[in-house]
């Protein structure tokens, strides 16, 4: 089959599009034939290794899974002998977590993993970057900060990925919501449900006078020392991009209270989690509260163009990968 494949750390040109032998599935394992993926901001972190400590996971001088990509949309090619709840033909979509390799045309995925049936309207394209941003602003928003209705919350990169998703399951949730983006995208988020939006090319929203139950900073641009004059007396600035410093305030707000920095990592907790949240996801998908925001597609064989464009900066929702007719 056709797969991309990391051949070390580094810039774009590590991606290589190779033939590389297809998988077989074990007795508990469903193999799909993939249509689309995913390419996220997170793949370009596994792919230049950083930040380093990161490296412990996924391979210390080289990714120990090469093949990138996590989200996944497709049919079922084959099951094992021991697979009850698929069969072949069946439209199936989730993430692949830690085992990344969905940047192919076939992947391998436990029947017990992260994955589901496809609602019937849902698209490939859309459907293989569902895991990604919705489901870890979900954790997130849900689950993390158990977000109630009438709280205010900030979200910081409201155009991006987890952005789109976040100003969406916000508003589920009864929310009001305040979307930091560029210029270009207001409109963007307006049309997702934000109250207000902040251009952060104009106005820096650590300067204002307006305070936020939660600051939700999808991108990692700003910090909790920046957002701790705007956050409320328990507010908290949570952020999936894990660095040092977030590191050392989380650990330091955990003891003296107040206003807190937080951060967990989606793809660590159990696929019994994430299948519950991806469950929880399709029902407010299927009430029409939730839309994936496509910026482009990219076809397999240029994975590549599609890191460099992320890398840029400039993306509107998701990047997909698609491989399949």
Request: overall charge neutral; aromatic content about 8%.
């Amino acid at each position: 089959m056709k797969a991309v494949v990391m051949t070390g750390y580094g810039s774009p040109d590590v991606l290589t599009f190779q033939e590389v032998d297809k998988p077989a599935p074990q007795p508990h394992e469903v193999l799909i034939r993939v249509h689309a993926s995913s390419a996220t901001t997170a793949d370009g972190m596994m792919r230049t290794g950083t930040p380093y400590f990161g490296r412990l996971m996924l391979g210390l001088t080289k990714p120990k899974h090469p093949i990138p990509g996590t989200g996944f949309a497709g049919q079922v090619d084959a099951v094992g002998a021991e697979v009850t709840k698929f069969q072949p033909g069946d439209r199936v979509f989730g993430e692949t977590t830690l085992g990344f390799s969905t940047n192919a045309e076939y992947v391998a995925v436990p029947e017990s993993g992260v994955i589901s049936l496809m609602p019937d309207q849902l698209s490939y394209a859309e459907a293989a970057p569902f895991c990604d941003g919705a489901i870890t602003s979900w954790n997130y928003l849900r689950h993390l900060a158990k977000l109630q209705p009438g709280q205010h919350v900030l979200v910081n990169g409201a155009s991006g990925s987890l952005g789109t998703a976040a100003v969406q399951l916000a508003k589920f949730l009864g929310a009001k919501v305040t979307a930091v983006c560029s210029t270009r995208n207001l409109g963007l988020v307006r049309a997702l449900g934000a109250d207000e939006v902040i251009d952060y090319t104009r106005k820096d929203f650590t300067k204002g006078t307006e305070t936020y139950d939660f600051i939700y900073d999808t991108v990692g641009k700003s910090s909790f020392n920046a957002c701790k004059p705007v956050l409320k007396g328990n507010g908290q600035y949570l952020c999936p991009v894990l660095g040092l410093p977030l590191l050392l305030q989380m650990l330091a707000t955990n003891i003296t209270g107040g206003r807190k920095a937080v951060f967990a990592a989606t793809g660590l907790r159990s696929d019994e989690e994430l299948r519950g949240m991806l469950k929880e996801l399709i029902e407010i998908y299927e009430a029409g509260k939730l839309k994936m925001v496509i910026d482009r597609q990219y076809p397999l064989e240029k994975v590549a163009e599609a890191h460099t464009y992320i890398a840029a900066g400039r993306k509107k929702g998701n990047v997909v990968i698609t491989s399949a007719e």
